[in-house]
Nanobody, 121 residues
Framework: VQLQASGGGLVQAGGSLRLSCVASGRTFSTYAMGWFRQAPGKEREFVAT????????NYQDSVKGRFTISRDNAKNTVYLQMNSLKPEDTAVYYCAAGDYSDYLTYEYDYWGQGTLVTVSS
């Protein structure tokens, strides 16, 4: 599976962005998907995850109520809708695919290249 993330950019605090991650291959619908982020000088951290069916999601506490993960298996795409963005959300955002919907990076086998989100104050 190859993953291509897009949708990052520069936005003011309080604004919104929607990230997309398109997967190649016919097995996308069998994978759990996750979004992670890495700010400069910090470790990569979990943001959100969704099961293969889309029936269950989970979020990092700091983004609950602001971010929404969703997927369209017909389009091999997972999304991250980010609202009420804060400067502390600034990071490179990565999508990932794995067998389990989890918050641990090592549970994911495939990673996209990342897309930069910058939130100005």
């Amino acid at each position: 599976v190859q993953l291509q993330a897009s949708g990052g950019g520069l936005v003011q605090a309080g604004g919104s962005l929607r990230l997309s991650c398109v997967a190649s291959g016919r097995t996308f619908s069998t994978y759990a998907m996750g979004w992670f982020r890495q700010a400069p000088g910090k470790e990569r951290e979990f943001v959100a995850t969704i099961t293969w069916s889309g029936g269950s999601t989970n979020y990092q506490d700091s983004v609950k109520g602001r971010f929404t993960i969703s997927r369209d298996n017909a389009k091999n795409t997972v999304y991250l809708q980010m609202n009420s963005l804060k400067p502390e959300d600034t990071a490179v955002y990565y999508c990932a695919a794995g067998d389990y919907s989890d918050y641990l990076t090592y549970e994911y086998d495939y990673w996209g290249q990342g897309t930069l989100v910058t939130v100005s104050s």
